[in-house]
């Protein structure tokens, strides 16, 4: 298993609060990426990093922040939580040599009440 | 834009039963293509990929073939076991260099004794 977790892993919160999810890997890989899954829609792409201090938006990033200062983590930070942003997160890394395979974390499930 | 298409579930099959599921993809450039596993509460798991027009991927009994006449990369296992009930993922690689994936919205399959 790639050496990637997530914390925390449940998180309930309520709406209007900040609330940061952290992503860390062990595998020393250039690429990570924040998905969020939802029924009906598989996984859809947040924001990604291609390095440290490098990050993109992606299809979904709309009240999402992202920030990388070391190569191991990753953090996903929800400004103000909505109900809309209950959600399964998923984080995922890779190397570009590595034929675009992706190797995900386990997940953290947020509830916004 | 490009986009993965597979087959709306649930699938329901008895043991030992063939699978297909059905995954099509837009034709912008040559993806590679990837089938993910999810088993309830975890993570996803590559479970096969291929990179170009007729590889074939394979992993514990499963398989699929990349076909670029057709736009489909389906998954295929000849005799499913209770043990294979999860959500299954088709994804393909546009991102060049940054490696992004779109997924289609999943595909769970309940495998009954």
């Known amino acids: 298993d790639a050496g990637i977790t997530q914390s925390p892993r449940h998180k309930v919160t309520e709406t209007g609060t900040p609330v940061t999810l952290r992503c860390h890997q062990t595998?020393?890989?250039?690429?990570m990426y924040w998905y969020r899954q939802d029924p009906g829609h598989g996984l859809r792409l947040i924001h990604y990093s291609y390095g440290v201090k490098d990050t993109d938006k992606g299809e979904v990033s709309d009240g999402y922040s992202v920030s990388r200062s070391k190569t191991e983590d990753f953090l996903l930070t929800l400004e103000s939580a909505t109900s809309s942003q209950t959600s399964v997160y998923f984080c995922?890394?890779?190397?570009?040599?590595?034929?675009?395979?992706?190797?995900f974390g386990p997940g953290t499930r947020l509830l916004v009440l | 834009g490009n986009s993965v298409t597979q087959m709306e579930g649930p699938v329901t099959l008895s043991e030992e039963a063939f699978l297909t599921i059905n995954c099509t993809y837009t034709a912008t450039g040559y993806p590679s293509l990837f089938w993910y596993v999810q088993y309830p509460g975890e993570g996803l798991q590559l479970l096969l990929k291929?990179?170009?027009?007729?590889d074939k991927g394979s992993n514990k009994g499963f398989e699929a073939t990349y076909r670029k006449e057709t736009t489909s990369f389906h998954l295929e296992k000849g005799s499913v076991q209770v043990s294979d009930s999860a959500v299954y993922f088709c994804?393909?690689?546009?991102?060049?260099?940054?490696?992004?994936?779109?997924f289609g919205t999943g595909t769970l399959l309940a495998v009954q004794p």
């Open positions: 995922a890394i890779s190397e570009p040599t590595g034929g675009e395979t992706q190797y």
């Open positions: 291929a990179t170009k027009a007729d």
């Open positions: 595998e020393n890989h250039r690429y």
């Open positions: 994804a393909g690689g546009y991102g060049g260099a940054t490696n992004k994936l779109i």
